[in-house]
């Protein structure tokens, strides 16, 4: 029977296999369309010829015959749950039968197995064979579960596995999947040339995916490194990308606020700086005193390696607003960092410093009240603030730029409410520490850049050093050379989850309190963290800033740029606990003055990844690398709300083709959508949850 064809965008529903029911719960997990069913790739294929037969599962001595990984496909004859004694932990351990033989597999810490498999689900099962007490076993294999008590069709060399989808079971799953590609045809390919060059059209794409007719082809589409790939990874990135350029092609028709130059500003703003500019920094700065003054809504996100004087430029640009009627607000994330920041303002500002005003959260009533009644009164010219800027109460005079630190902790809720207020104001984003190209296009992508790629002159680098727990003496050694030398010192503890108790031996900074006390019997410890309310953590961090507190013990609170230029070293504690960006912004801690100093990571694991901070100080170098390690949502530290979701493609593995898909989107753009590109564009852009930014 021959069935009429449809077009990848048809709704799921009109497939012959699926009624109402699933249909539903499908929806439910995203599935809309064929597209979206057909690009849930399988993530393994699992060639039949491999399968063995539990009985043919041999020693030899005490070694298995087999080595690496073996399928094997049973039932479960009998299921176990307890708890281990010497570690107390979860212990799931199955019986698994055929006509041939049986086969223990086992599983830690994985509690929840105990309830979604019952004795007579079929497993089909893949993992390396250990010795066990009672013969061959698998510990913690991965398995499918595949329909009860059915057989599965062996019709294919190639068995796709793919994760569950809602209510989808492996066969109906295949059955599905068999009807779509079947039937689906296409429309015009909308990728343009340059990119669908030596790629194989979607459908041969998808056809190779989901069915690869042989094992060297299956080992490669595993690595989601083939053409076929390529090309559906390309329409993902594509497609995203034409929608983040078009974003930003409508912000540039908006009109902005014009912020004029005066005669003698530029050397009033000179007057500001105890130094000259480096050159990135002065580079940067034209390009934001060319968005304010052309009339077109700047949205830029400034970017450099810790200390590159990131924060100076915004000062410039907020300070060139100011000195020009309007008022500018610094938004940053902790109160701590906002009296920092005002302190340095004021600095800077000299005889000026009188414009600058702090809002925070945990001010008086009567102290918030004239800082409310300055902010819209327009006397306030540069506004620093945490959260508390985005209250209701708070109104402005002339808001015109808006300079936002650290902006991935701010929500894009908040960053709209602050917009109502102005108008629509400039915005400038500063990242912390510099993020990778690839992924600054899929976060930030409708944002123009700057980026601040040379340190200030007369940077000595930080002495780097990691140390195994057993030799930390020599970590505390150099403490003590710096404290005895008039320094001071960071010491930095992981903050522990309490689900973390217990699964590992970490020491919390209750036990390095006790540590240092005992190390350093004389000397001043402030410790802060989280927990604390605002005005003990301001405290505090006071007694260390001025020196009256020697060693500053802390999570990472003290990661978003405390400035303390006497401080000289810092110890980190089970560095492995930390991201690599994480780390380098630590190490920025350090460093800020005269005297030549040290960052000394403790770590008893993970070596090899915490020797990329040894052996660099290149931000960009070092964020590439947790990136490739941690993956695009880790890589923040918090997951990132603006990071888009896609199917087949990868931000990391992906990364060079995301730039091409941008260069095209910008080309094609300049040049005009076609109408397979507009039509495209139109269905797709649900799809993808754009940073809200523009
Ligand atoms: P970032 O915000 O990028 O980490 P900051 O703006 O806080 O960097 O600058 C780091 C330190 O370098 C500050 O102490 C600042 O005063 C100093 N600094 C910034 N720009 C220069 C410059 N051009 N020359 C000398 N020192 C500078
Ligand atoms: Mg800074």
């Avoid at 063995?52 to 690496?68: H, I, K, N, T």
């Avoid at 909308?190 to 790629?199: G, N, Y």
């Avoid at 004239?370 to 959260?387: C, D, K, M, P, Q």
């Avoid at 790629?453 to 007369?458: C, I, K, M, N, S």
Wanted: glycine content about 10%; proline content about 5%.
């Amino acid at each position: 029977m021959s069935l009429a064809p449809l077009p990848l965008s048809s709704r799921v529903t009109v497939l012959r296999g699926l009624g109402p029911a699933r249909a539903a719960a499908l929806q439910e997990a995203g599935i809309e369309t064929l597209r979206d069913l057909l690009w849930n790739l399988p993530y393994r294929y699992v060639d039949r010829g491999s399968l063995r037969s539990l009985g043919s599962l041999e020693m030899r001595g005490l070694e298995p015959v087999e080595a690496g990984i073996v399928t094997v496909l049973g039932t479960i004859q009998d299921l176990r749950q307890s708890t281990t004694r010497v570690q107390h932990m979860a212990l799931t351990e199955v019986l698994l039968g055929d006509d041939t033989g049986t086969l223990r597999l086992v599983w830690f810490n994985q509690p929840y197995l105990g309830r979604t498999l019952k004795v007579g689900d079929r497993l089909l099962v893949f993992g390396t064979l250990f010795p066990g007490r009672h013969g061959l076993e698998m510990r913690g294999p991965q398995f499918e579960v595949m329909d009860r008590g059915g057989d599965i069709g062996w019709v294919r060399r190639f068995l796709p596995l793919y994760r569950r989808l809602g209510p989808l079971t492996g066969r109906v799953r295949q059955r599905l999947v068999a009807e779509g590609l079947e039937r689906a045809h296409l429309l015009e390919d909308w990728l343009p040339l340059d990119l669908a060059r030596d790629l194989p059209d979607t459908l041969t794409a998808l056809r190779l995916l989901h069915d690869p007719p042989d094992e060297s082809e299956a080992r490669d589409l595993e690595a989601g490194t083939t053409p076929a790939h390529r090309r559906l990874a390309s329409e993902e990135l594509f497609a995203f990308s034409l929608g983040v350029a078009l974003r930003r092609a409508g912000r540039l028709q908006r009109r902005g606020l014009v912020v004029p130059t005066s005669p003698g500003l530029r050397e009033r703003l000179r007057s500001f700086l105890p130094f000259h500019l480096t050159g990135a920094q002065r580079r940067a700065f034209k390009e934001i005193v060319d968005d304010l003054t052309a009339g077109r809504v700047m949205n830029r996100l400034l970017q450099g390696d810790v200390g590159s004087g990131k924060t100076l430029v915004a000062l410039l640009a907020l300070a060139m607003v100011a000195e020009t009627g309007g008022q500018g607000a610094l938004l940053v994330p902790t109160e701590v960092l906002a009296r920092q920041h005002a302190a340095s303002f004021k600095r800077y500002l000299g005889d000026q410093g009188g414009s600058m005003q702090l809002l925070l959260g945990g001010m008086k009533a009567a102290e918030k009240r004239a800082a409310l009644a300055r902010i819209a009164s327009g006397e306030a010219r540069y506004v620093v603030g945490t959260h508390a800027l985005f209250q209701e109460s708070v109104a402005f005079h002339r808001l015109q730029l808006v300079v936002v630190d650290e902006q991935h902790r701010f929500g894009v809720k908040q960053r709209e409410a602050l917009k109502e207020k102005g108008g629509d104001p400039h915005w400038l984003v500063m990242s912390a520490t510099p993020i990778p190209r690839s992924l600054a296009l899929a976060v930030f992508g409708d944002l123009d850049q700057s980026v601040l790629d040379e340190l200030p002159p007369g940077r000595q680098p930080i002495t780097t050093r990691l140390y195994k727990p057993d030799a930390a003496e020599r970590a505390w050694e150099q403490v003590r050379r710096e404290l005895a030398e008039g320094r001071q010192a960071f010491v930095v503890s992981p903050s522990i989850d309490p689900s973390d108790e217990g699964k590992v031996q970490l020491r919390d900074i209750q036990a390095m309190e006790a540590l240092l006390r005992g190390i350093f019997p004389e000397v001043g410890i402030e410790v802060v963290h989280g927990r604390l309310k605002a005005d003990e953590m301001a405290a505090r961090m006071g007694r260390f800033v001025t020196g009256e507190a020697k060693i500053l013990l802390a999570t990472t609170v003290i990661e978003v740029g405390v400035d303390v230029p006497n401080a000289t070293v810092m110890v980190v504690d089970h560095a492995e606990r930390f991201g690599l960006s994480q780390l380098h912004q630590l190490r920025g801690r350090v460093g800020r003055g005269e005297h030549r100093s040290h960052f000394l990571m403790i770590s008893g694991s993970e070596t090899e990844r915490l020797q990329t901070l040894v052996e660099t100080q290149d931000g960009f170098r070092i964020a590439q690398r947790d990136l490739e390690l941690r993956g695009p949502g880790e890589f923040f530290g918090v997951r990132q709300a603006g990071l888009p979701r896609f199917q087949v493609a990868d931000l990391v593995r992906d990364r060079a083709l995301l730039l091409r898909c941008r260069e095209a989107a910008d080309r094609v753009l300049a040049l005009g959508l076609s109408e397979a590109q507009a039509d495209w564009l139109k269905r797709e852009q649900v799809r993808f949850r754009l940073a809200e930014v523009s």
